[in-house]
């Protein structure tokens, strides 16, 4: 969420790891590792290793495909980027001591028209989770 205050985390391995799934994300074909680290773009550039290391972790996560070119890998995004991101809030949360703290704490960053719009998708899901268990009786 873009309104979400969390620049904090911005040098983590969270954040390599999103940002290399980001560029990824949008690549018409599969990219080998030189040229994810030219499209960082970031001062400074980090080390092929490292990028390298956030790549396979991902692509152990399944959230990269990875197919052999010559002696190098290719790799590619499997999913969109909300889906990515929503995976990520759920390993987050499933680490999380109190999830409940968790959320709330995230609630607590966003606008208030993000937060109005978190309440309206969870209102529609509620209603969805209600016609499901209905048709299911």
């Not at 290399?20 to 690549?27: E, F, H, K």
């Not at 990269?64 to 980027?81: M, P």
């Not at 809030?89 to 001591?97: C, F, H, N, S």
Request: with cysteine.
């Amino acid at each position: 969420m873009a309104g979400c205050r969390g620049s904090q985390y911005r040098g983590s391995a969270a954040a390599t790891a999103g940002g290399l799934r980001t560029l990824i994300t949008p690549a018409p074909a599969r990219l080998r590792i030189r040229e994810v680290l030219e499209r960082l773009n970031r001062d400074p550039e980090p080390a092929y290793n490292t990028v390298h290391t956030v790549t396979e972790v991902l692509y152990r996560k399944g959230w990269l495909s990875k197919e052999k070119d010559g002696r190098a890998f290719r790799y590619g995004a499997t999913a969109s980027r909300e889906a990515y991101v929503a995976g990520l809030m759920g390993e987050v949360l499933a680490v999380a001591d109190d999830r409940a703290a968790a959320v709330v704490n995230l609630v607590e960053t966003m606008e208030p028209d993000e937060a109005a719009e978190l309440r309206r998708l969870l209102v529609a899901a509620r209603g969805t989770g209600a016609r499901s268990e209905e048709r299911e009786r």
